[in-house]
């Protein structure tokens, strides 16, 4: 499991966000998953048309259609237009994981830049991360690091996560408790090896910290049903 260190940082994260950022992106509390129920692609679009059709799905789950945001290419030269440009490599489209992980921590970007005040914390790419999950997708960056992993271990990965992988389980971990996920909701797209390190993380939270939960249960919604 991570440090205490990390869950003290996280918990501190989570509760700035959801004081500071603009309510509609933080309304929903679901876990988003790599399957067709969340993401029923049209299986005729190819290219910028089947990047923009993920985007979309992304916006949606995150709470942030109402947000100008949009997708760019990277290569290609960007017509004026107001909003906030999300970049990506038109690779990722063979990888879609990496894709709608590369979309939500560009949105996540926005979300932690357009808060106010600002961050206890400084502005890194850990934060950044950590608003990706809390949106609803840290299902996704434990995916994206096991390809990149089985790449080689020197590979470049301008998608992979900035949090390590027991941090990004912990994360996903806490997520879980505070939305009432049951667990089997979310260990039936983690590797064998993940689910240990997630299970080890919902036990730890658990027990030893208590006062990071009440803490944040008092400032999430509502969750939508049952946990465990």
């Given at each position: 499991?991570?440090?205490?260190?990390?869950?003290?940082w996280?918990v501190e994260?989570?509760?700035?966000?959801?004081?500071?950022?603009?309510?509609?992106?933080?309304?929903?509390r679901?876990i988003?998953?790599?399957?067709?129920?969340d993401?029923?692609?049209?299986?005729?679009l190819e290219?910028?048309?089947?990047?923009?059709?993920?985007?979309?799905?992304?916006?949606?789950?995150?709470?942030?259609?109402?947000?100008?945001?949009?997708v760019?290419?990277?290569?290609?030269?960007?017509q004026?237009?107001?909003?906030?440009?999300?970049?990506y490599?038109p690779?990722?489209?063979?990888?879609p994981?990496?894709?709608?992980?590369r979309?939500?921590?560009?949105?996540a970007?926005?979300?932690?830049?357009?808060?106010?005040p600002?961050?206890?914390?400084?502005?890194?790419?850990?934060?950044?991360?950590?608003?990706?999950?809390?949106?609803?997708?840290?299902?996704?960056?434990?995916?994206v690091?096991?390809?990149?992993?089985?790449?080689g271990?020197?590979?470049?990965?301008?998608?992979?996560?900035?949090?390590?992988e027991?941090?990004l389980?912990t994360?996903?971990?806490?997520?879980?408790?505070?939305g009432e996920?049951?667990?089997?909701?979310?260990?039936?797209?983690?590797?064998?090896?993940?689910?240990?390190?997630?299970?080890?993380?919902v036990?730890?939270?658990?027990?030893h910290?208590?006062?990071?939960?009440?803490?944040?249960?008092?400032?999430?919604p509502?969750?939508r049903?049952?946990?465990r």
């Amino acid at each position: 499991m991570a440090p205490g260190g990390f869950i003290d940082w996280l918990v501190e994260a989570w509760a700035w966000l959801r004081h500071a950022a603009t309510p509609s992106a933080l309304a929903r509390r679901h876990i988003v998953t790599p399957t067709p129920v969340d993401f029923p692609i049209d299986p005729q679009l190819e290219g910028e048309d089947l990047a923009e059709d993920y985007f979309l799905f992304v916006r949606e789950h995150a709470g942030l259609m109402d947000w100008p945001l949009w997708v760019l290419p990277e290569g290609e030269d960007a017509q004026p237009q107001e909003g906030f440009p999300i970049p990506y490599d038109p690779s990722l489209l063979d990888n879609p994981c990496a894709l709608v992980w590369r979309f939500a921590r560009g949105s996540a970007y926005y979300v932690v830049q357009t808060a106010a005040p600002p961050p206890p914390m400084d502005e890194d790419e850990r934060l950044v991360d950590a608003t990706a999950i809390y949106l609803g997708f840290g299902l996704f960056p434990t995916t994206v690091m096991l390809r990149s992993h089985r790449r080689g271990p020197f590979v470049v990965c301008e998608s992979c996560p900035a949090l390590s992988e027991p941090e990004l389980l912990t994360a996903l971990a806490l997520y879980g408790i505070l939305g009432e996920i049951p667990d089997r909701t979310i260990e039936a797209h983690l590797t064998p090896r993940a689910r240990s390190v997630y299970r080890a993380a919902v036990k730890g939270l658990l027990r030893h910290h208590a006062w990071g939960l009440a803490r944040l249960r008092g400032l999430m919604p509502p969750p939508r049903g049952p946990y465990r």
